[in-house]
Protein backbone atom coordinates (compact mmCIF):
# COMPACT_ATOMS: atom_id res chain seq x y z
CA UNK A 1 0.00 0.00 0.00
CA UNK A 2 1.06 3.71 -0.97
CA UNK A 3 2.55 4.99 1.64
CA UNK A 4 0.40 8.37 1.72
CA UNK A 5 -2.54 7.44 0.00
CA UNK A 6 -4.47 5.00 -2.27
CA UNK A 7 -7.26 7.44 -2.69
CA UNK A 8 -7.98 10.73 -2.59
CA UNK A 9 -10.17 12.81 -0.60
CA UNK A 10 -12.99 13.22 -3.54
CA UNK A 11 -12.50 9.49 -4.88
CA UNK A 12 -14.57 6.98 -3.14
CA UNK A 13 -18.14 6.20 -3.91
CA UNK A 14 -20.44 3.59 -2.48
CA UNK A 15 -18.75 0.96 -5.26
CA UNK A 16 -16.01 1.29 -2.94
CA UNK A 17 -17.33 0.02 0.07
CA UNK A 18 -15.49 -2.85 1.76
CA UNK A 19 -12.37 -1.77 0.35
CA UNK A 20 -9.30 -0.55 2.59
CA UNK A 21 -8.44 2.74 1.66
CA UNK A 22 -5.34 5.15 2.94
CA UNK A 23 -6.13 8.95 2.95
CA UNK A 24 -3.87 11.70 3.44
CA UNK A 25 -5.19 15.23 4.11
CA UNK A 26 -6.07 18.22 6.53
CA UNK A 27 -8.28 18.34 9.26
CA UNK A 28 -11.03 20.30 7.69
CA UNK A 29 -13.78 20.20 10.55
CA UNK A 30 -14.31 17.85 13.86
CA UNK A 31 -17.81 16.64 14.93
CA UNK A 32 -17.24 14.48 18.73
CA UNK A 33 -21.17 12.55 19.55
CA UNK A 34 -19.67 11.22 22.55
CA UNK A 35 -18.94 7.48 21.38
CA UNK A 36 -17.91 8.40 18.03
CA UNK A 37 -15.81 10.80 16.49
CA UNK A 38 -16.22 12.14 12.97
CA UNK A 39 -13.22 14.18 10.91
CA UNK A 40 -13.53 15.60 7.41
CA UNK A 41 -10.62 14.82 5.80
CA UNK A 42 -9.92 17.56 2.93
CA UNK A 43 -7.16 17.44 0.00
CA UNK A 44 -7.22 19.05 -3.28
CA UNK A 45 -9.61 17.22 -4.62
CA UNK A 46 -12.60 16.53 -2.08
CA UNK A 47 -13.51 15.64 1.20
CA UNK A 48 -14.10 12.42 3.08
CA UNK A 49 -15.76 11.80 6.02
CA UNK A 50 -13.79 9.41 8.80
CA UNK A 51 -15.09 8.23 11.94
CA UNK A 52 -13.68 6.68 14.94
CA UNK A 53 -14.76 4.67 18.08
CA UNK A 54 -13.90 6.05 21.50
CA UNK A 55 -12.21 2.59 22.38
CA UNK A 56 -10.05 2.63 19.49
CA UNK A 57 -6.25 3.19 19.81
CA UNK A 58 -6.09 5.48 17.24
CA UNK A 59 -9.10 7.68 18.91
CA UNK A 60 -6.94 9.86 21.25
CA UNK A 61 -5.07 10.61 18.24
CA UNK A 62 -7.65 12.00 16.46
CA UNK A 63 -8.73 14.08 19.27
CA UNK A 64 -5.72 15.77 19.65
CA UNK A 65 -4.95 16.29 16.10
CA UNK A 66 -6.14 20.48 15.94
CA UNK A 67 -7.77 21.62 12.53
CA UNK A 68 -5.80 21.93 9.33
CA UNK A 69 -3.27 19.62 11.19
CA UNK A 70 -2.47 17.18 8.10
CA UNK A 71 -2.91 13.25 8.96
CA UNK A 72 -3.32 10.11 6.62
CA UNK A 73 -6.08 8.08 7.94
CA UNK A 74 -5.90 4.01 6.88
CA UNK A 75 -8.85 1.89 7.62
CA UNK A 76 -12.33 0.25 5.62
CA UNK A 77 -14.85 2.09 3.47
CA UNK A 78 -18.35 1.33 4.61
CA UNK A 79 -22.00 2.91 3.28
CA UNK A 80 -23.41 5.25 4.95
CA UNK A 81 -27.00 4.49 6.41
CA UNK A 82 -29.56 6.61 4.74
CA UNK A 83 -30.68 9.12 6.46
CA UNK A 84 -26.80 9.89 7.06
CA UNK A 85 -26.07 10.45 3.34
CA UNK A 86 -24.83 13.85 2.56
CA UNK A 87 -25.76 14.68 -1.20
CA UNK A 88 -23.43 17.87 -1.08
CA UNK A 89 -20.63 15.61 -0.99
CA UNK A 90 -19.56 13.66 -4.28
CA UNK A 91 -18.18 11.28 -1.23
CA UNK A 92 -21.00 11.20 0.97
CA UNK A 93 -22.50 8.07 0.50
CA UNK A 94 -19.59 6.38 2.12
CA UNK A 95 -17.34 6.76 5.20
CA UNK A 96 -13.82 5.53 6.13
CA UNK A 97 -13.72 3.63 9.73
CA UNK A 98 -10.38 4.85 10.83
CA UNK A 99 -8.28 1.95 12.18
CA UNK A 100 -4.26 3.76 11.72
CA UNK A 101 -3.41 7.22 11.91
CA UNK A 102 -0.12 9.14 11.63
CA UNK A 103 0.03 12.83 12.16
CA UNK A 104 2.00 14.10 9.26
CA UNK A 105 2.31 17.85 10.38
CA UNK A 106 0.10 19.37 13.97
CA UNK A 107 -1.05 22.86 12.78
CA UNK A 108 -0.77 25.76 15.39
CA UNK A 109 -3.84 27.82 16.75
CA UNK A 110 -5.21 28.83 13.61
CA UNK A 111 -5.17 32.93 12.64
CA UNK A 112 -7.91 32.14 10.29
CA UNK A 113 -10.29 29.65 10.33
CA UNK A 114 -10.40 27.63 6.51
CA UNK A 115 -13.71 25.66 7.61
CA UNK A 116 -16.72 27.61 7.14
CA UNK A 117 -17.49 31.18 5.28
CA UNK A 118 -16.34 33.58 7.68
CA UNK A 119 -15.38 36.89 6.54
CA UNK A 120 -11.69 37.99 7.34
CA UNK A 121 -10.17 41.64 6.84
CA UNK A 122 -8.30 41.66 3.55
CA UNK A 123 -4.68 41.73 5.59
CA UNK A 124 -5.20 39.06 7.23
CA UNK A 125 -6.40 36.82 4.27
CA UNK A 126 -3.54 38.23 2.68
CA UNK A 127 -0.71 37.94 5.13
CA UNK A 128 -2.00 34.08 5.62
CA UNK A 129 -2.58 33.70 1.43
CA UNK A 130 -1.72 29.95 2.43
CA UNK A 131 -4.46 29.28 4.53
CA UNK A 132 -7.19 31.38 2.71
CA UNK A 133 -6.51 29.43 -0.38
CA UNK A 134 -7.20 26.48 1.33
CA UNK A 135 -11.07 27.90 1.75
CA UNK A 136 -13.60 26.01 -1.32
CA UNK A 137 -14.63 29.51 -2.68
CA UNK A 138 -10.83 30.59 -2.97
CA UNK A 139 -9.45 27.52 -4.06
CA UNK A 140 -12.52 26.72 -6.84
CA UNK A 141 -11.84 30.73 -8.15
CA UNK A 142 -8.12 29.30 -8.76
CA UNK A 143 -8.93 26.18 -10.83
CA UNK A 144 -11.17 27.80 -12.61
CA UNK A 145 -8.42 30.54 -13.59
CA UNK A 146 -6.30 27.56 -14.47
CA UNK A 147 -8.81 26.33 -16.06
CA UNK A 148 -9.37 29.26 -18.44
CA UNK A 149 -5.88 29.73 -19.20
CA UNK A 150 -5.98 26.11 -20.62
CA UNK A 151 -9.02 26.99 -22.43
CA UNK A 152 -7.72 30.18 -23.88
CA UNK A 153 -4.41 28.30 -24.87
CA UNK A 154 -5.55 25.77 -26.88
CA UNK A 155 -8.48 27.80 -28.56
CA UNK A 156 -5.53 30.15 -30.03
CA UNK A 157 -3.49 27.16 -31.08
CA UNK A 158 -6.79 25.60 -32.77
CA UNK A 159 -6.90 29.09 -34.67
CA UNK A 160 -3.66 29.26 -36.23
CA UNK A 161 -1.83 30.95 -33.44
CA UNK A 162 1.92 29.99 -32.15
CA UNK A 163 3.10 30.52 -28.36
CA UNK A 164 6.08 32.63 -28.23
CA UNK A 165 7.47 34.29 -24.56
CA UNK A 166 9.12 37.56 -25.39
CA UNK A 167 11.55 39.28 -22.41
CA UNK A 168 10.64 39.89 -19.28
CA UNK A 169 14.16 42.33 -18.16
CA UNK A 170 13.44 45.25 -21.43
CA UNK A 171 14.09 48.87 -22.25
CA UNK A 172 11.47 51.40 -20.73
CA UNK A 173 8.76 52.19 -23.29
CA UNK A 174 5.92 55.51 -22.56
CA UNK A 175 2.89 53.38 -22.57
CA UNK A 176 0.64 55.19 -20.13
CA UNK A 177 2.13 53.79 -17.21
CA UNK A 178 4.75 54.06 -14.59
CA UNK A 179 7.34 51.37 -15.29
CA UNK A 180 8.55 49.07 -13.07
CA UNK A 181 12.91 49.64 -13.26
CA UNK A 182 15.69 47.38 -12.45
CA UNK A 183 19.47 48.84 -11.79
CA UNK A 184 22.24 47.05 -13.93
CA UNK A 185 24.73 45.92 -11.70
CA UNK A 186 27.16 45.49 -15.05
CA UNK A 187 26.12 49.27 -16.66
CA UNK A 188 26.01 51.42 -13.93
CA UNK A 189 23.37 54.09 -13.54
CA UNK A 190 21.38 52.15 -16.26
CA UNK A 191 17.94 50.21 -15.90
CA UNK A 192 16.03 47.73 -17.58
CA UNK A 193 11.96 47.75 -17.22
CA UNK A 194 9.52 45.15 -16.80
CA UNK A 195 7.09 45.49 -19.71
CA UNK A 196 4.24 46.70 -18.97
CA UNK A 197 3.04 44.96 -22.00
CA UNK A 198 4.81 43.10 -24.91
CA UNK A 199 3.76 45.63 -27.47
CA UNK A 200 7.00 46.38 -29.32
CA UNK A 201 8.46 42.78 -29.02
CA UNK A 202 4.76 41.00 -29.92
CA UNK A 203 5.21 43.36 -33.24
CA UNK A 204 8.85 42.84 -33.88
CA UNK A 205 8.04 38.88 -33.97
CA UNK A 206 5.61 40.17 -37.27
CA UNK A 207 8.15 42.05 -38.44
CA UNK A 208 10.24 38.60 -38.19
CA UNK A 209 7.57 36.57 -40.37
CA UNK A 210 5.85 34.46 -37.73
CA UNK A 211 2.60 35.42 -38.75
CA UNK A 212 0.00 34.43 -35.96
CA UNK A 213 1.85 35.24 -32.09
CA UNK A 214 0.12 34.74 -28.69
CA UNK A 215 1.14 34.11 -25.58
CA UNK A 216 -0.09 34.31 -21.56
CA UNK A 217 2.14 37.12 -21.29
CA UNK A 218 2.77 38.88 -17.74
CA UNK A 219 2.80 42.52 -17.46
CA UNK A 220 4.14 45.06 -14.57
CA UNK A 221 2.70 47.83 -14.18
CA UNK A 222 3.63 51.12 -10.78
CA UNK A 223 0.16 52.25 -10.58
CA UNK A 224 -2.33 52.08 -7.99
CA UNK A 225 -4.92 49.48 -7.33
CA UNK A 226 -8.45 49.18 -7.66
CA UNK A 227 -11.63 46.45 -7.61
CA UNK A 228 -10.86 45.85 -11.51
CA UNK A 229 -7.02 46.04 -11.79
CA UNK A 230 -4.09 44.20 -9.44
CA UNK A 231 -1.25 46.85 -8.69
CA UNK A 232 2.05 45.67 -9.83
CA UNK A 233 1.00 42.88 -12.60
CA UNK A 234 -1.30 41.14 -14.49
CA UNK A 235 -1.78 38.84 -17.20
CA UNK A 236 -3.08 39.09 -20.53
CA UNK A 237 -3.82 36.87 -23.85
CA UNK A 238 -1.66 38.57 -26.13
CA UNK A 239 -1.96 38.08 -29.37
CA UNK A 240 -0.80 39.49 -32.88
CA UNK A 241 -1.50 38.79 -36.40
CA UNK A 242 -0.01 40.02 -39.94
CA UNK A 243 -1.71 41.12 -42.71
CA UNK A 244 -4.95 41.56 -41.27
CA UNK A 245 -7.95 44.78 -40.89
CA UNK A 246 -9.86 44.85 -37.97
CA UNK A 247 -12.58 42.97 -39.08
CA UNK A 248 -10.30 40.11 -39.20
CA UNK A 249 -8.77 40.57 -35.80
CA UNK A 250 -12.24 40.47 -34.46
CA UNK A 251 -12.89 37.28 -36.06
CA UNK A 252 -10.05 35.90 -35.13
CA UNK A 253 -10.71 36.58 -31.02
CA UNK A 254 -14.30 36.66 -30.64
CA UNK A 255 -15.25 32.80 -30.68
CA UNK A 256 -12.31 32.46 -28.19
CA UNK A 257 -13.93 34.76 -25.94
CA UNK A 258 -17.60 33.70 -27.04
CA UNK A 259 -16.44 29.85 -26.28
CA UNK A 260 -14.36 30.82 -22.70
CA UNK A 261 -17.44 32.54 -21.21
CA UNK A 262 -19.63 29.81 -22.58
CA UNK A 263 -17.77 26.99 -20.80
CA UNK A 264 -17.55 28.08 -18.25
CA UNK A 265 -20.56 31.01 -17.81
CA UNK A 266 -22.55 28.20 -15.92
CA UNK A 267 -25.52 28.34 -18.20
CA UNK A 268 -25.40 32.32 -18.39
CA UNK A 269 -26.35 33.65 -21.57
CA UNK A 270 -22.87 34.91 -23.80
CA UNK A 271 -23.63 37.40 -26.58
CA UNK A 272 -23.10 35.42 -29.83
CA UNK A 273 -20.22 36.58 -32.42
CA UNK A 274 -19.79 39.31 -34.15
CA UNK A 275 -20.39 41.57 -31.32
CA UNK A 276 -22.02 44.53 -31.52
CA UNK A 277 -19.31 47.51 -32.77
CA UNK A 278 -20.32 50.96 -30.91
CA UNK A 279 -18.35 53.65 -32.15
CA UNK A 280 -16.58 55.87 -29.93
CA UNK A 281 -18.52 58.99 -30.07
CA UNK A 282 -22.10 57.04 -29.85
CA UNK A 283 -20.77 54.93 -26.66
CA UNK A 284 -20.04 58.30 -24.99
CA UNK A 285 -23.08 59.69 -25.81
CA UNK A 286 -25.40 56.68 -25.60
CA UNK A 287 -23.48 55.20 -22.43
CA UNK A 288 -21.89 57.83 -20.99
CA UNK A 289 -18.78 55.56 -21.03
CA UNK A 290 -15.76 53.87 -23.52
CA UNK A 291 -16.59 50.85 -21.81
CA UNK A 292 -20.69 50.09 -22.51
CA UNK A 293 -22.39 47.70 -20.04
CA UNK A 294 -25.36 46.65 -22.47
CA UNK A 295 -26.98 44.87 -19.46
CA UNK A 296 -28.56 48.39 -18.68
CA UNK A 297 -31.17 48.78 -21.00
CA UNK A 298 -30.96 52.97 -20.81
CA UNK A 299 -29.82 55.46 -23.39
CA UNK A 300 -28.58 58.78 -22.91
CA UNK A 301 -30.19 61.37 -25.16
CA UNK A 302 -28.39 65.05 -26.15
CA UNK A 303 -31.13 67.81 -25.46
CA UNK A 304 -28.87 70.85 -25.21
CA UNK A 305 -31.05 72.08 -27.82
CA UNK A 306 -33.99 72.00 -25.67
CA UNK A 307 -32.43 73.87 -23.21
CA UNK A 308 -30.61 76.69 -24.95
CA UNK A 309 -32.16 80.05 -24.78
CA UNK A 310 -34.48 78.51 -22.11
CA UNK A 311 -36.01 80.36 -18.93
CA UNK A 312 -34.14 76.94 -17.07
CA UNK A 313 -31.20 80.49 -16.58
CA UNK A 314 -28.94 77.35 -14.79
CA UNK A 315 -28.65 75.66 -18.04
CA UNK A 316 -28.91 78.09 -20.51
CA UNK A 317 -26.26 80.09 -19.25
CA UNK A 318 -23.71 77.28 -18.92
CA UNK A 319 -24.47 76.27 -22.90
CA UNK A 320 -24.57 79.77 -24.18
CA UNK A 321 -21.09 81.08 -21.56
CA UNK A 322 -19.07 77.68 -21.08
CA UNK A 323 -20.27 75.82 -24.05
CA UNK A 324 -21.70 73.05 -22.19
CA UNK A 325 -23.70 70.39 -23.38
CA UNK A 326 -27.21 68.78 -21.36
CA UNK A 327 -27.52 64.85 -21.46
CA UNK A 328 -30.85 63.60 -20.46
CA UNK A 329 -30.89 60.27 -18.47
CA UNK A 330 -33.84 58.41 -18.24
CA UNK A 331 -35.55 56.80 -15.54
CA UNK A 332 -37.94 53.86 -16.89
CA UNK A 333 -41.07 53.54 -14.26
CA UNK A 334 -39.52 56.58 -11.62
CA UNK A 335 -42.19 58.91 -11.73
CA UNK A 336 -44.05 58.12 -8.77
CA UNK A 337 -41.11 57.59 -6.61
CA UNK A 338 -41.48 59.28 -3.67
CA UNK A 339 -39.72 62.91 -2.69
CA UNK A 340 -37.17 61.09 -0.61
CA UNK A 341 -35.77 59.04 -3.72
CA UNK A 342 -35.44 62.22 -5.64
CA UNK A 343 -33.12 64.10 -3.01
CA UNK A 344 -31.35 61.03 -1.72
CA UNK A 345 -30.24 60.69 -5.98
CA UNK A 346 -29.38 64.33 -5.48
CA UNK A 347 -27.43 64.33 -2.18
CA UNK A 348 -25.82 61.22 -4.04
CA UNK A 349 -24.52 63.62 -7.04
CA UNK A 350 -23.12 66.49 -4.79
CA UNK A 351 -21.04 63.68 -3.43
CA UNK A 352 -19.68 62.65 -6.93
CA UNK A 353 -18.55 66.45 -7.58
CA UNK A 354 -21.55 67.65 -9.60
CA UNK A 355 -24.09 71.06 -8.33
CA UNK A 356 -26.97 68.87 -7.93
CA UNK A 357 -29.14 66.38 -10.68
CA UNK A 358 -31.71 68.38 -11.70
CA UNK A 359 -34.69 66.35 -12.90
CA UNK A 360 -38.80 66.32 -14.22
CA UNK A 361 -41.23 63.68 -13.69
CA UNK A 362 -43.28 62.76 -16.38
CA UNK A 363 -46.86 61.91 -14.41
CA UNK A 364 -49.85 60.92 -15.66
CA UNK A 365 -51.56 64.55 -14.73
CA UNK A 366 -48.26 66.58 -16.20
CA UNK A 367 -44.48 66.87 -15.62
CA UNK A 368 -43.46 67.56 -12.45
CA UNK A 369 -40.64 68.42 -10.83
CA UNK A 370 -38.38 72.10 -10.44
CA UNK A 371 -36.98 71.88 -13.78
CA UNK A 372 -40.38 71.52 -15.23
CA UNK A 373 -41.98 74.17 -13.35
CA UNK A 374 -39.20 76.68 -15.18
CA UNK A 375 -38.76 75.30 -18.38
CA UNK A 376 -41.47 75.59 -21.70
CA UNK A 377 -44.11 73.31 -22.12
CA UNK A 378 -42.77 72.89 -25.99
CA UNK A 379 -39.25 72.30 -24.83
CA UNK A 380 -40.52 69.69 -22.13
CA UNK A 381 -42.05 67.83 -25.07
CA UNK A 382 -38.94 68.09 -27.11
CA UNK A 383 -37.01 66.17 -23.75
CA UNK A 384 -39.62 63.69 -24.17
CA UNK A 385 -39.14 63.11 -27.37
CA UNK A 386 -35.58 63.10 -27.57
CA UNK A 387 -35.22 60.39 -24.52
CA UNK A 388 -38.13 58.36 -25.69
CA UNK A 389 -40.04 58.84 -22.45
CA UNK A 390 -43.34 57.67 -21.60
CA UNK A 391 -46.07 58.66 -18.79
CA UNK A 392 -44.65 57.11 -15.57
CA UNK A 393 -40.97 57.89 -16.43
CA UNK A 394 -38.25 60.64 -14.98
CA UNK A 395 -35.60 61.72 -16.50
CA UNK A 396 -32.47 63.22 -15.24
CA UNK A 397 -30.11 66.16 -16.32
CA UNK A 398 -26.57 66.87 -16.28
CA UNK A 399 -24.90 69.70 -17.56
CA UNK A 400 -21.08 70.35 -18.11
CA UNK A 401 -18.64 70.44 -20.98
CA UNK A 402 -19.43 67.29 -23.24
CA UNK A 403 -16.33 65.10 -21.75
CA UNK A 404 -17.93 65.94 -18.04
CA UNK A 405 -21.04 66.04 -19.14
CA UNK A 406 -20.91 62.28 -20.91
CA UNK A 407 -18.39 60.97 -17.62
CA UNK A 408 -21.24 61.96 -14.98
CA UNK A 409 -24.32 60.84 -17.19
CA UNK A 410 -22.65 58.12 -17.16
CA UNK A 411 -22.27 57.69 -13.40
CA UNK A 412 -26.18 58.47 -13.59
CA UNK A 413 -27.10 55.84 -15.72
CA UNK A 414 -25.26 53.30 -13.77
CA UNK A 415 -27.26 54.60 -10.61
CA UNK A 416 -30.27 54.26 -12.00
CA UNK A 417 -29.91 50.95 -13.24
CA UNK A 418 -28.99 49.45 -10.07
CA UNK A 419 -31.70 51.08 -8.21
CA UNK A 420 -34.38 50.70 -10.71
CA UNK A 421 -33.04 47.13 -10.69
CA UNK A 422 -33.08 47.24 -14.45
CA UNK A 423 -29.45 45.29 -14.68
CA UNK A 424 -30.18 42.62 -16.94
CA UNK A 425 -28.78 39.18 -14.45
CA UNK A 426 -27.01 36.26 -15.72
CA UNK A 427 -25.55 37.34 -19.11
CA UNK A 428 -22.77 38.57 -20.65
CA UNK A 429 -22.67 41.24 -22.97
CA UNK A 430 -20.03 42.15 -25.15
CA UNK A 431 -19.21 44.90 -27.70
CA UNK A 432 -16.24 46.43 -29.36
CA UNK A 433 -15.77 50.28 -28.59
CA UNK A 434 -14.00 51.30 -32.20
CA UNK A 435 -13.21 54.54 -33.74
CA UNK A 436 -11.19 55.99 -31.18
CA UNK A 437 -10.10 59.41 -31.46
CA UNK A 438 -6.34 59.26 -32.33
CA UNK A 439 -5.36 62.60 -30.34
CA UNK A 440 -6.99 64.31 -27.54
CA UNK A 441 -6.21 68.10 -26.34
CA UNK A 442 -4.46 68.20 -22.71
CA UNK A 443 -6.65 71.03 -20.80
CA UNK A 444 -3.62 72.11 -19.13
CA UNK A 445 -0.59 72.23 -21.52
CA UNK A 446 -2.90 72.94 -24.46
CA UNK A 447 -1.28 70.26 -26.24
CA UNK A 448 -2.08 67.68 -28.88
CA UNK A 449 -1.90 64.55 -27.36
CA UNK A 450 -2.28 61.16 -28.04
CA UNK A 451 -5.55 59.42 -26.70
CA UNK A 452 -4.84 55.97 -26.55
CA UNK A 453 -1.85 53.62 -28.07
CA UNK A 454 0.58 56.11 -29.69
CA UNK A 455 1.61 52.86 -31.97
CA UNK A 456 -2.22 52.54 -33.86
CA UNK A 457 -2.65 53.31 -37.28
CA UNK A 458 -4.11 56.44 -37.78
CA UNK A 459 -7.60 56.23 -40.53
CA UNK A 460 -6.54 57.75 -43.60
CA UNK A 461 -2.98 57.25 -43.00
CA UNK A 462 -0.64 60.02 -44.08
CA UNK A 463 -3.10 61.60 -45.88
CA UNK A 464 -5.10 62.29 -42.26
CA UNK A 465 -1.82 63.29 -40.68
CA UNK A 466 -1.50 65.76 -43.38
CA UNK A 467 -4.24 67.34 -44.18
CA UNK A 468 -6.94 66.71 -41.16
CA UNK A 469 -7.17 68.60 -37.75
CA UNK A 470 -5.41 66.23 -35.69
CA UNK A 471 -8.59 65.89 -33.09
CA UNK A 472 -10.65 65.02 -36.11
CA UNK A 473 -8.61 62.20 -36.41
CA UNK A 474 -9.44 58.55 -35.80
CA UNK A 475 -7.80 55.48 -35.21
CA UNK A 476 -7.99 52.00 -36.15
CA UNK A 477 -8.01 51.38 -32.46
CA UNK A 478 -10.96 48.82 -30.60
CA UNK A 479 -11.48 48.04 -27.28
CA UNK A 480 -13.20 44.74 -26.07
CA UNK A 481 -16.12 45.01 -23.44
CA UNK A 482 -17.78 43.23 -21.65
CA UNK A 483 -20.58 43.83 -18.68
CA UNK A 484 -19.33 47.43 -18.99
CA UNK A 485 -15.40 45.85 -18.00
CA UNK A 486 -12.85 46.71 -20.49
CA UNK A 487 -11.18 43.24 -21.12
CA UNK A 488 -8.47 44.84 -23.26
CA UNK A 489 -7.15 47.36 -25.99
CA UNK A 490 -6.21 46.67 -29.20
CA UNK A 491 -5.33 48.64 -32.73
CA UNK A 492 -4.39 47.97 -36.54
CA UNK A 493 -0.34 49.09 -35.81
CA UNK A 494 1.67 51.25 -37.68
CA UNK A 495 3.82 49.62 -39.33
CA UNK A 496 5.61 52.57 -41.42
CA UNK A 497 8.28 54.50 -40.42
CA UNK A 498 7.50 57.60 -42.23
CA UNK A 499 3.36 57.42 -40.50
CA UNK A 500 5.24 57.22 -37.32
CA UNK A 501 7.13 59.99 -36.96
CA UNK A 502 4.69 62.22 -38.28
CA UNK A 503 2.13 60.77 -35.99
CA UNK A 504 4.72 61.60 -33.05
CA UNK A 505 5.54 64.68 -33.84
CA UNK A 506 1.67 66.14 -34.13
CA UNK A 507 1.93 64.65 -30.37
CA UNK A 508 5.10 66.99 -29.60
CA UNK A 509 7.82 64.65 -30.08
CA UNK A 510 10.56 65.02 -32.13
CA UNK A 511 12.03 62.72 -35.01
CA UNK A 512 15.43 62.60 -32.83
CA UNK A 513 13.69 61.49 -29.65
CA UNK A 514 11.41 58.82 -31.70
CA UNK A 515 14.17 57.61 -33.09
CA UNK A 516 16.10 56.94 -29.77
CA UNK A 517 12.42 55.82 -27.77
CA UNK A 518 11.64 53.42 -30.37
CA UNK A 519 14.82 52.76 -32.34
CA UNK A 520 14.24 48.81 -32.09
CA UNK A 521 10.76 48.57 -33.91
CA UNK A 522 11.92 51.50 -36.12
CA UNK A 523 14.55 50.15 -37.30
CA UNK A 524 13.01 46.73 -37.77
CA UNK A 525 10.05 48.53 -40.00
CA UNK A 526 12.72 49.89 -42.53
CA UNK A 527 13.67 46.67 -43.80
CA UNK A 528 9.79 45.61 -44.48
CA UNK A 529 6.88 45.13 -41.98
CA UNK A 530 3.74 43.94 -42.62
CA UNK A 531 0.58 45.48 -42.25
CA UNK A 532 -0.53 44.03 -38.51
CA UNK A 533 -2.49 44.36 -35.39
CA UNK A 534 -4.01 42.60 -32.46
CA UNK A 535 -5.10 42.84 -28.73
CA UNK A 536 -4.82 41.11 -24.91
CA UNK A 537 -8.08 40.49 -23.25
CA UNK A 538 -6.83 40.43 -19.60
CA UNK A 539 -6.93 37.20 -18.08
CA UNK A 540 -7.54 38.24 -14.96
CA UNK A 541 -10.43 40.15 -15.67
CA UNK A 542 -12.61 37.59 -16.95
CA UNK A 543 -11.92 35.02 -14.92
CA UNK A 544 -13.03 37.77 -12.06
CA UNK A 545 -16.32 37.81 -14.39
CA UNK A 546 -16.34 34.15 -14.44
CA UNK A 547 -16.72 33.80 -11.04
CA UNK A 548 -18.75 36.71 -10.11
CA UNK A 549 -16.03 38.55 -7.62
CA UNK A 550 -16.18 42.09 -7.57
CA UNK A 551 -12.29 42.36 -6.60
CA UNK A 552 -10.03 41.38 -8.89
CA UNK A 553 -7.81 40.06 -6.14
CA UNK A 554 -9.93 37.62 -5.81
CA UNK A 555 -9.02 35.51 -8.71
CA UNK A 556 -4.73 36.18 -7.91
CA UNK A 557 -3.45 33.05 -6.11
CA UNK A 558 -0.98 35.63 -4.33
CA UNK A 559 -1.80 39.36 -4.97
CA UNK A 560 -1.15 42.50 -3.66
CA UNK A 561 -2.96 44.82 -1.15
CA UNK A 562 -3.85 48.21 -2.86
CA UNK A 563 -1.06 49.97 -1.67
CA UNK A 564 1.11 47.38 -3.65
CA UNK A 565 2.94 45.50 -0.43
CA UNK A 566 2.94 41.83 -0.54
CA UNK A 567 2.13 40.59 2.78
CA UNK A 568 3.20 37.21 2.75
CA UNK A 569 6.24 37.47 1.45
CA UNK A 570 6.90 41.15 2.81
CA UNK A 571 7.75 42.97 -0.14
CA UNK A 572 8.67 45.26 -0.87
CA UNK A 573 11.75 45.62 1.37
CA UNK A 574 15.23 47.32 2.14
CA UNK A 575 18.04 45.90 0.87
CA UNK A 576 21.11 46.28 2.54
CA UNK A 577 24.00 47.90 2.14
CA UNK A 578 26.26 46.02 0.70
CA UNK A 579 23.57 44.80 -2.39
CA UNK A 580 22.97 48.97 -2.68
CA UNK A 581 26.59 49.64 -3.40
CA UNK A 582 26.87 46.81 -6.01
CA UNK A 583 24.49 48.42 -7.78
CA UNK A 584 25.94 51.75 -7.74
CA UNK A 585 22.89 53.15 -5.85
CA UNK A 586 22.52 55.45 -3.13
CA UNK A 587 19.06 56.54 -1.18
CA UNK A 588 17.53 59.71 -1.10
CA UNK A 589 14.55 59.27 0.98
CA UNK A 590 12.07 61.41 1.57
CA UNK A 591 12.15 62.89 5.33
CA UNK A 592 9.31 61.76 7.22
CA UNK A 593 6.57 64.32 7.92
CA UNK A 594 6.48 66.33 10.70
CA UNK A 595 3.47 66.05 13.15
CA UNK A 596 1.52 68.66 14.21
Known amino acids: MHAYRTHTCGQLRIEDAGITARLSGWVHRKRDHGNLLFVDLRDHYGLTQCVVDVSSPV ?22 SADTVNPRLA ?77 ILTASSPEGARDYLVPSR ?7 ALPQAPQQFKQLLMVAGFDRYFQIAPCFRDEAGRADRSPGEFYQLDFEMSYVTQDDVFAAIEPVLQGVFEEFGNGRKVTPAPFPRIPYQESMLKYGSDKPDLRNPIL ?31 APGAAGQPRSWFDKLNEWAREEGAGGLGYIQFAVDGPKGPIAKNLEAERIEAIRAAAGLKDGDAVFFACDKALEAAKFAGKVRTRLGTELDLIEKDVFKFCWTVDFPMYELNEETGQVDFSHNPFSMPQGGMEALEKMDPLEIKAYQYDIVCNGV ?23 YAPEMVEEKFAGMLNAFRYGAPPHGGSAPGVDRIVMLLADQPNIREVIL ?13 AP ?3 DATRLRELHIKLDLPKPKKEG
Open 300 to 330: IADVTEAFRGSNFGIFAKAIEAKGAVVRAIP
Open 91 to 167: TGAIEVQAAEVEIQSIADVLPMQVAGDQDYPEDMRLKYRFLDLRREDVHANMMLRAKVIQYLRQAMIGQGFTEFQTP
Open 573 to 575: AEV
Open 59 to 80: FQTLEKARPESVITVTGKVVGR
Open 186 to 192: LHPGKFY
Open 486 to 508: ELSSGAIRNHRPDIMIKAFGIAG
Open 558 to 570: FPMNQQAQDLLMG
